[in-house]
C-alpha cells in the first residue's frame, strides 16, 4: 500500500520538520528523507508546534467527542492530554518564551467563533487566558528591556485558501502592541487582503497576505513600513506558516516549503512517509451508516438497497445479496426496480451523469482467454438454488476517475469532449442512456409493466424512457426548478407529477400527460399552480388521482405575539379523473355499498387484469374531492387498495426547546392508513423516516435509525410478527477503495458547482481549468479530512461565500461529551473552587446551570472536592474527571466555602453536567448587556440582541420584545448574527413606526401596530454579522430604521439550499441565490459587508478592559438623537369628543 504525500500544519525545530499527515502527527529530517510518526491516532490533528526546548511536541485533535490540546514527546512518548474543554474550536497555536502551549479556544464563551488564547502549561495545571480578546494567532516579539511587543491576528471566518480573495469584514487582519503597553493599533491596514499566520523574524513581522490576489509570505517592519514578498505562488495558495524565530515553513498544495531567512527564495522539502498508509487500504462498506433508500420490487419480497453509492439487491428473510452497481470511483443514486428481473439508477461513469439498466440476474462474463476463471477473492458456498453471490472486485472493472466532459482526457472521446457511450463498467446486463447535455437527476420512477421509466432533473426536465429502445423524450420542462415527485398510471399509460411554478418553491401544480407511443392529448392541468400540491398517486383501480395539498386555511393565533400563522395547513385530496366516477364519500343512489373487484381483463384497454385508466380533461379540476380527514402536516403519500398511507408528524417547535425534555428526540414521523371505505385513520407505523410501496401495493418497506423493516399495508403488524421482517443489512458486503471514493467525491463537488453556482459563466472563472489544477492532488491525499482540505480549497477558488463543505462529526468511537457545571471553575491554595454561578434564564432551557438545579445549594466560594468519590487532582482539577460525563449523573463531594453558614462542613451532591455551556453564557452576556444600557439611560433605553435569522433567534427577539419596545429609545444589536432567513420578518418588526394607541380605563397604553419601538433606534453590528446579518444591516439602512454603528460585516449574500450531499454524507454547498438590493448598493454586498453609518472598532484593548465601546457609543447616540426626535407617548386623557348630549332644542315648527 503506498504511501500519501498530502502534508499540512508544518512546524521546524533545529534539524526537524514536524506536520500533520493521514491524521497524524510526523517527524522528518529538515534537508529531507523519511518521515517518522509521532501519533497513531487515526484523528484529524492540527497544528503540532515544537517546544521551545525541542523536546515536547503539543498539537491538537480529537479525544472523545472535540478537539483537546495534547503533548508527546518528540520519540512519541509520553503523551498527556492537557485541555478538557470539550469545544469544537480548540486550536495549539504555538508556545511561550516560557515554555507554556498556546492553546485557542472559545470555551466558556458566548460566541463559539470567539476564540480566545490560554497559556497551558505542559503539566496540564491551570491555564491563563491572554487577555487579548479574540484571536487566531499571536506572535511575541523580542523583548527589549521592559518592553514586549505582541502581534495578534483576528478571529477569521475561515482560512484564507477556503475562501480565496475575500474582502470582507472577517478578512484577516493583524493588530500590534510595540512596546507591550497594551495598546493596539491595526498594522498594514492598507492592504486590502487577509492577513494571517504573524511572525516575528529578524526584527520584521511576517505574514501571510492575499491582497495581491494570490496567497503568498510577505513581511514589514515593526510600523508597517517597507513591505516585501518572499513566495511567488500563483496556482495554490501559501498555507499555515510558522516559524522557529529563524525559518519559515509552510505548506502549499499539500507539499513543505522552507524559507531560511526572509532573505533567501523558498525550497521544498523532499519528505516521504516512513510507512504504508493504512488510511489508504480498502475498507468494509458500513451499509447502516451511509444507508440512502431501500426499495422494494414488484412482489415485496425483495428491495433495491443504495448505500454509499453503491446499489445492491436485497432479499428481505434471507438470502445473500447482489451486487447491482459498485464500480470503484463510481457514485449510483435513485436506483429503482424495473419490471422483474431490471434496476434502473442514476450514474456518474467517466464523470457525466447517466441513466444505467442493469439486468439483476443476468450471466456472468465468460473469462477472456489467458485470464483466470477464478475469482481474485473467496466466495462463500451458496445453495445451488438461491443466486450466487457476486464478489465485486470479480465483476466491476477499476477505471481511474475520469474528467468531467467538457475537460475529458480520454483517447476515446470526440473533439468535442463528449464521453463514450458505454460505461466503464463491465457488470453483465448493464445499459448505459446518455442524456443530450450534462444534467442530474432528481428522482426516477418506473412504470408498472416495466417498459417506460420517467427521469426527472434537478434543471425542470420531465422525460421519458423507452426501456427497450433507450429512447429519452421530453415530456414538460419549467424553469422554476426541479421536479421531484412523478408516478405512473397502473396501466402504464398516464404520468402524473407536481410541477414547480414559482422559484422559490412555494407553489407546485398537479400535472397529467399520456405518455404511450401512441401519443396523447398533451399535458392537463389537474390543479392550478395556487397552492403548493405534492405527494401525487394513483389508486390501484385507475379511478382516482391522489395527492397532498397546502390549501386549508384555518390559521392559529399566536400565543406570545399578534400574530396568525398556519401551521398544519395540509389535507389530502382525491380527483375523479372519469366524469363518470362518484366520490367514494358523496351520496349514491342505493346507499354505500361495498364495490366488486374489476374482473380481470374487462377493460379492453389494458394489459390482463389491470383496468385502463380513463381521463375525461374536461373539468377535471372541478372533481377534486377532500378526503374527510383534519388538516394537518403530511408528506409522502401513496395509494394502495382501498387505502391511503401518508406520512404525519406533529406540529412542534424547531428548536426543540418546548420538548418535555431538550434530551428528547426529534418528533417522529408516523405512517398512517386511510380507510377509504370505512373513513377510519390508523397508524401502520408509530416511527420511522421514508417509505416506499412495493410494486403490487401490499407491502412496504421503511427506514428507521438506519434499520430497514417490511411489513404489509393492510393493517398494523408488531415487530415480532411473522409478516414483519428486519432486513438484515450485513449481508451486502463490500469494499470501497478510499482513493477511488475521494476521487469521485472530488469530481462530484465540482460538476455541483458547475451547474449549480448562481453565474452561469461562473462569474468569468475558468472552472474547467481549476478542476485541471486541483484534481491531480486526490492521488496524494491520506485521509477524509485531507479530502475535506481539498474539497475546500476547491470551493475557495469561486471566492464566494457559503460555498461550504460539512463532513459528519469526528468522535471516538463510543465517545462521549466533555461534561461541564455551567460555572468558572478557579484553583485556589484551598482546591478547586466554585466562582461565578451562571445565572440563567429561566426561558432557555439551555441556560440552565447544573449548580443552580434545586438541591444542589452550591454557592460562589465552595470547593469541589471529588467527583464520583475520586478526588479531583489538584493540578488539572475536575475535567479529567468529568470526560464524557454530559447528559449523565454524576456525584459531586461539596465543601462549603468561608462564606455559607457552615464553612468546611462536606457534604455529596448530584448533578447532571451540560455539553455546551455557549447559551448559558450567552444569556448572561445578553443579561449583562441590558444592565449596561439601563444604567447608562437611567432605565430609559432597551436592548435586544438577535443572535441569528432562523428560529433561535426569532425566539431570542421575542423573549424580550414586549418589554423593550415600550422604553424610550432601543437597541438592535445583531453583532455576531449567524444569519438564516428571517430578515423580511424581523426588519418588518423592528421597522414599525407608531401610527395609533390604544387606551382603555385602568389600563397602560398601547401601540399601534404592536411592539412599535417608541423612540429612536440604533443598530449595532460588527465583522462577525453575516449572511441574513449582512441583510438585516443593509435593510435597516435602506429602510431608515436608525443609524447603523460598528464595523463593516461578514459579506456573504450568495445564498444556499443544502440540496446536495456526497456519497458519504458530506454537505458540500453551491451558492446559488445571489442578492441585489435596490437604491444603488446592487451586487456590492457580496464579498465586501455593509458599510455602518457610525464605524466603532473593538480592539483588542477593549477586550482586556472589559469594555464594549460599540455599546457605549450606541447609548451615546441615542442620547443624542433623543435631543431632537421625541419619544412618541399616548395623548393626554383630554380633548376628546364629548358624549353627553347637548340641550333639546326647540320644535322646527316653532323657530321663526
Same mark, same amino acid.
Given at each position: ?20 499527515? =493521514? ?44 478537539? *483537546? ?18 469545544? @469544537? ?46 484571536? !487566531? ?8 528591556? !521592559? ?6 491576528? /483576528? ?46 523574524? $529578524? ?277 422554476? #426548478?426541479?421536479?421531484? =415527485? ?164 406533529? @406540529? ?75 432486513? !438484515? ?89 466533555? #461534561? ?20 440563567? =434564564? ?13 438541591? @444542589? ?70 443579561? $449583562? ?5 439601563? =444604567? ?46 428571517? /430578515? ?27 411592539? @412599535? ?14 449572511? !441574513? ?82 455599546? *457605549?457609543? #450606541? ?38
Amino acid at each position: 500500500m503506498t504511501s500519501s504525500s498530502y502534508f499540512r500544519y508544518p512546524h521546524v525545530h533545529a534539524e526537524l520538520v514536524t506536520f500533520v499527515a =493521514e491524521d497524524d502527527v510526523w517527524v522528518a529530517p529538515l534537508q529531507g528523507g523519511r518521515a517518522w510518526r509521532i501519533s497513531s491516532l487515526g484523528l484529524p490533528a492540527r497544528n503540532p508546534r515544537f517546544s521551545p526546548d525541542g523536546g515536547h511536541i503539543a498539537w491538537s485533535v480529537v479525544q472523545g467527542s472535540a478537539p *483537546e490540546a495534547v503533548v508527546a514527546a518528540v520519540d512519541g512518548g509520553g503523551f498527556r492530554q492537557l485541555t478538557y474543554w470539550g469545544h @469544537a474550536s480548540t486550536r495549539v497555536k504555538g508556545f511561550t518564551s516560557g515554555g507554556d502551549v498556546i492553546v485557542t479556544s472559545a470555551h466558556q464563551r458566548e460566541e463559539s467563533r470567539h476564540t480566545w488564547a490560554h497559556a497551558v502549561p505542559l503539566d496540564g495545571s491551570v491555564a491563563e487566558v491572554l487577555k487579548f480578546g479574540p484571536v !487566531d494567532s499571536i506572535a511575541f516579539g523580542p523583548v527589549v528591556g !521592559d518592553e514586549r511587543p505582541v502581534v495578534i491576528g /483576528s478571529v477569521l471566518s475561515r482560512e484564507p485558501a477556503w475562501w480565496k480573495r475575500y474582502r470582507g469584514g472577517t478578512a484577516g487582519k493583524l493588530w500590534i502592541d510595540r512596546d507591550g503597553s497594551g495598546e493596539f493599533q491595526r498594522l498594514a491596514v492598507e492592504l486590502d487582503g487577509s492577513l494571517t499566520d504573524p511572525m516575528w523574524i $529578524g526584527g520584521r513581522i511576517a505574514f501571510l497576505s492575499d491582497h495581491e490576489g494570490y496567497g503568498n509570505l510577505y513581511s514589514v517592519a515593526p510600523d508597517g513600513s517597507g513591505l516585501r514578498r518572499h513566495t511567488d505562488h500563483e496556482e495554490f495558495y501559501v498555507r499555515h506558516a510558522s516559524t522557529d524565530g529563524q525559518r519559515i515553513v509552510y505548506e502549499s498544495a499539500g507539499e513543505l516549503w522552507l524559507v531560511e531567512s526572509l532573505g533567501d527564495e523558498p525550497k521544498k522539502l523532499d519528505i516521504s512517509l516512513g510507512s504504508a498508509s493504512t488510511s489508504r487500504r480498502p475498507r468494509p462498506l458500513d451499509v447502516a451508516r451511509h444507508l440512502a433508500a431501500a426499495v422494494p420490487n414488484q412482489d415485496g419480497m425483495a428491495s433495491v438497497v443504495e448505500s454509499h453509492g453503491t446499489i445492491h439487491w436485497l432479499t428481505h428473510r434471507d438470502g445473500p445479496s447482489r451486487v447491482v452497481e459498485a464500480t470503484p470511483g463510481v457514485r449510483a443514486r435513485l436506483a429503482r426496480p424495473l419490471g422483474t428481473d431490471t434496476v434502473i439508477y442514476a450514474a456518474d461513469h467517466d464523470g457525466v451523469e447517466a441513466l444505467c439498466l442493469r439486468r439483476v440476474f443476468e450471466d456472468l462474463p465468460v473469462a477472456n482467454p489467458g485470464e483466470s476463471a477464478q475469482p481474485k477473492t473467496p466466495e462463500p458456498e451458496a445453495d445451488a438454488a438461491l443466486p450466487r453471490p457476486v464478489s465485486a472486485s470479480d465483476v466491476v472493472a477499476n477505471p481511474q476517475p475520469a474528467a468531467p466532459s467538457s475537460i475529458s482526457t480520454d483517447e476515446t472521446a470526440n473533439d468535442g469532449g463528449t464521453p463514450p457511450k458505454q460505461a466503464a463498467s463491465r457488470l453483465s446486463g448493464t445499459r448505459r442512456i446518455d442524456f443530450a447535455d450534462p444534467t442530474r437527476v432528481s428522482t426516477i420512477s418506473a412504470s408498472p409493466d416495466g417498459k417506460l421509466a420517467a427521469v426527472a432533473t434537478e434543471f425542470g426536465q420531465l422525460l421519458v424512457l423507452e426501456a427497450e429502445s433507450g429512447e429519452l423524450r421530453e415530456v414538460a420542462s419549467t424553469g422554476h #426548478g426541479a421536479i421531484n =415527485e412523478v408516478v405512473f398510471s397502473p396501466d402504464s399509460r398516464w404520468l402524473m407529477w407536481t410541477e414547480p411554478v414559482s422559484s422559490e418553491g412555494s407553489r407546485t401544480k398537479l400535472r397529467l400527460a399520456e405518455v404511450t407511443a401512441s401519443g396523447g392529448d398533451g399535458v392537463l392541468d389537474i390543479t392550478d399552480g395556487r397552492f403548493r400540491d405534492h405527494g401525487p398517486a394513483f389508486s390501484p383501480d385507475g379511478k382516482f388521482a391522489a395527492f397532498l395539498s397546502e390549501r386549508s386555511f384555518d390559521p392559529v393565533y399566536d400565543t406570545h405575539s399578534f400574530d396568525l400563522s398556519f401551521p398544519q395547513s395540509t389535507k389530502p385530496f382525491l380527483v375523479a379523473l372519469d366524469s363518470v366516477t362518484p366520490s367514494p364519500f358523496g351520496p349514491a343512489v342505493h346507499g354505500t355499498v361495498p364495490e366488486p373487484a374489476p374482473e380481470v381483463g374487462a377493460e379492453p384497454d389494458g394489459p390482463a387484469g389491470v383496468p385502463a385508466v380513463v381521463v375525461d380533461p374536461l373539468q377535471l379540476p372541478a372533481r377534486i374531492i377532500p378526503i374527510p380527514v383534519p388538516q394537518g402536516r403530511y408528506s409522502s403519500l401513496a395509494a394502495v387498495d382501498g387505502a391511503l398511507l401518508w406520512l404525519a408528524t406533529d @406540529a412542534a417547535g424547531v428548536t426543540g426547546e418546548g420538548r418535555a425534555s431538550t434530551e428528547d428526540p426529534d418528533q417522529p414521523n408516523r405512517l398512517e392508513r386511510f380507510d377509504i371505505s370505512r373513513r377510519e385513520v390508523s397508524v401502520l407505523v408509530p416511527a420511522l423516516e421514508s417509505y416506499a410501496v412495493s410494486g403490487d401495493r401490499k407491502h412496504l418497506v421503511y427506514l428507521n435509525k438506519k434499520q430497514v423493516r417490511a411489513v404489509p399495508v393492510a393493517a398494523k403488524v408488531e415487530d415480532d410478527a411473522p409478516d414483519s421482517v428486519e432486513v !438484515d443489512l450485513s449481508r451486502i458486503r463490500l469494499l470501497l477503495d478510499p482513493l477511488k471514493v475521494w476521487g469521485q467525491a472530488f469530481d462530484e463537488a465540482w460538476r455541483l458547482q458547475r451547474d449549480f453556482f448562481w453565474a452561469e459563466d461562473m462569474a468569468g472563472l475558468d472552472w474547467d481549468g481549476v478542476y485541471q489544477q486541483y484534481r491531480p492532488l486526490v492521488e496524494r491525499l491520506g485521509s477524509h479530512d485531507d479530502l475535506v482540505d481539498l474539497l475546500w480549497e476547491l470551493h475557495g477558488e469561486l471566492g464566494t461565500s457559503h460555498a461550504y463543505v460539512t463532513p459528519a462529526p469526528v468522535t471516538e468511537p463510543g465517545a462521549g461529551k466533555q #461534561g461541564l457545571l455551567g460555572a468558572d471553575i478557579v484553583s485556589t491554595d484551598a482546591g478547586w473552587s466554585v466562582q461565578n454561578i451562571l445565572a440563567g =434564564e429561566s426561558s432557555d432551557p439551555l441556560a440552565r446551570s447544573p449548580l443552580n438545579a434545586p438541591g @444542589a445549594g452550591v454557592r460562589n466560594g465552595d470547593i469541589i472536592a471529588a467527583v464520583d468519590g475520586i478526588p479531583v487532582d489538584r493540578r488539572s482539577g475536575p475535567g479529567p474527571l468529568l470526560v464524557g460525563a454530559a447528559g449523565k449523573t454524576v456525584e459531586l463531594t461539596i465543601i462549603n466555602g468561608p462564606e455559607t453558614q457552615e464553612p468546611g462542613k462536606q457534604r455529596r451532591i448530584a448533578v447532571v453536567p451540560v455539553a455546551d455551556e455557549e447559551r448559558l453564557r450567552y444569556q448572561n452576556w445578553v443579561a $449583562g448587556n441590558r444592565r449596561t444600557v439601563r =444604567e447608562a439611560s437611567s432605565g430609559g433605553f432597551g436592548y435586544l440582541h438577535i443572535p441569528d435569522m432562523v428560529a433561535r433567534g426569532w425566539s431570542q427577539l421575542h423573549r424580550d420584545l414586549d418589554v423593550e419596545t415600550t422604553r424610550d429609545a432601543l437597541i438592535i444589536d445583531v453583532r455576531s448574527n449567524r444569519g438564516g432567513h428571517t /430578515s423580511q420578518l424581523v426588519a418588518e418588526l423592528i421597522g414599525r413606526k407608531v401610527t395609533a394607541w390604544n387606551l382603555a380605563r385602568g389600563e397602560q397604553p398601547g401601540t399601534y401596530p404592536a411592539h @412599535a419601538p417608541r423612540g429612536p433606534v440604533v443598530v449595532l453590528t460588527d465583522e462577525y454579522a453575516g449572511s !441574513d446579518g449582512d441583510i438585516i444591516t443593509q435593510v435597516a439602512k435602506l429602510r431608515g430604521i436608525g443609524p447603523v454603528v460598528g464595523t463593516r460585516t461578514w459579506g456573504g449574500v450568495v445564498g444556499i439550499d443544502g440540496r446536495f450531499s456526497l456519497a458519504d454524507g458530506t454537505g458540500v454547498t453551491q451558492p446559488r441565490y445571489a442578492f441585489w438590493f435596490t437604491q444603488d448598493v446592487g451586487w456590492t454586498v457580496e464579498n465586501y459587508g455593509v458599510e455602518p453609518d457610525i464605524e466603532v472598532p473593538y480592539p483588542p484593548h477593549a477586550y482586556a478592559a472589559r469594555e464594549d465601546p460599540q455599546l *457605549e457609543h #450606541g447609548v451615546g447616540i441615542l442620547k443624542e438623537m433623543l435631543k431632537e426626535l421625541s419619544t412618541d407617548r399616548p395623548p393626554a386623557l383630554s380633548g376628546y369628543r364629548s358624549l353627553r348630549p347637548g340641550k333639546l332644542p326647540r320644535r322646527p315648527q316653532d323657530v321663526g
